[in-house]
């Protein structure tokens, strides 16, 4: 089993940055891929980012890339979701995840275990 906390949501105005943590443990974190997905009032969970297991490979949903930075520290057991620029439309529910292979990527398939979220809201 794993758990995972994330931490670092709040309220900023359009434009500003938010740096949100994810808190994993319960197995080796370090060999595994970890990914953020979001979901707004009303719509589905989206793929945001990835990132593989030794922090070398990351993926990015297009509307984020430029504005978004996913990163590891895998003696912390943590990782990271950078959020500069923020938009209205970045309003979400973040949730971290884990998943059981060396790599990442957009599927949510791929990340059986996941956080509770942490909200994040944008004011125009």
């Known amino acids: 089993q794993v758990q995972l906390v994330e931490s670092g949501g709040g309220l900023v105005q359009a434009g500003g940055s938010l740096r949100l943590s994810c808190a994993a443990s319960?197995?080796?974190?370090?060999?595994?891929?970890m990914g953020w997905f979001r979901q707004a009032p009303g719509k589905e969970r989206e793929f945001v980012a990835a990132?593989?297991?030794?922090?070398?490979?990351?993926f990015y949903t297009n509307s984020v890339k430029g504005r978004f930075t996913i990163s590891r520290d895998n003696p912390k057991n943590t990782v990271y979701l950078q959020m500069n620029s923020l938009k209205s439309e970045d309003t979400a529910v973040y949730l971290c995840?884990?998943?059981?292979?060396?790599?990442?990527?957009?599927?949510?398939?791929?990340?059986?275990?996941w956080g509770q979220g942490t909200q994040v809201t944008v004011s125009s």
């Open positions: 990132i593989s297991w030794s922090g070398d490979t990351t």
């Open positions: 319960g197995r080796t974190f370090s060999r595994y891929g």
């Open positions: 995840a884990a998943s059981t292979t060396y790599s990442a990527g957009p599927s949510q398939g791929l990340y059986p275990y």
